[in-house]
Nanobody, 118 residues
Framework: QVQLVESGGGSVHPGGYLRLSCAAS????????MSWFRRAPGRERVLVAN????????YLLDSVKGRFTISRDNAKNTVYLQMNSLKPEDTAVYYC???????????WGKGTLVTVSS
C-alpha cells in the first residue's frame, strides 16, 4: 500500500524557515519523480518543485527560487522541502506527490499546513 506522509508544517513569522519532509512507503521510491505542490486558501493547487531519482531538481516555482530547495534521500525514502525566507504568500497546504510518468501514479499525501504571518 502506497503511503506518503508529510510532516514539518507549522506557523512561522515572515522571514522564518521550515523544513518539510515526506516519508514514502509501498513503492520503489528511488524510481519515482517526487514533487511538492501547494494549495493556498481559495486557490488551485500548484506545483512548487520536483526532483528526479538522481536528486536533480527539474522544476522550481519562480516565486520560490532562491528561497526553497527540494532534495531527496533515496536510502531513507524521503523527500524534503527546505523553505527559507518565508513570506505570507507561502501560506498553504503543502502536498507531496510521487509519480513514475506513464507507468504509475501519481500518488498524493494528505498535506501539511504552513502558515506564515506576523
Amino acid at each position: 500500500q502506497v503511503q506518503l506522509v508529510e510532516s514539518g508544517g507549522g506557523s512561522v513569522h515572515p522571514g522564518g524557515y521550515l523544513r518539510l519532509s515526506c516519508a514514502a512507503s509501498g513503492f520503489p521510491f528511488s524510481r519515482y519523480v517526487m514533487s511538492w505542490f501547494r494549495r493556498a486558501p481559495g486557490r488551485e493547487r500548484v506545483l512548487v518543485a520536483n526532483v528526479i531519482p538522481s536528486n536533480t531538481t527539474t522544476y522550481l516555482l519562480d516565486s520560490v527560487k532562491g528561497r526553497f530547495t527540494i532534495s531527496r534521500d533515496n536510502a531513507k525514502n524521503t523527500v524534503y522541502l527546505q523553505m527559507n525566507s518565508l513570506k505570507p504568500e507561502d501560506t498553504a497546504v503543502y502536498y507531496c506527490q510521487a509519480t513514475q510518468y506513464y507507468i504509475d501514479g501519481p500518488y498524493w499525501g494528505k498535506g501539511t499546513l504552513v502558515t506564515v504571518s506576523s
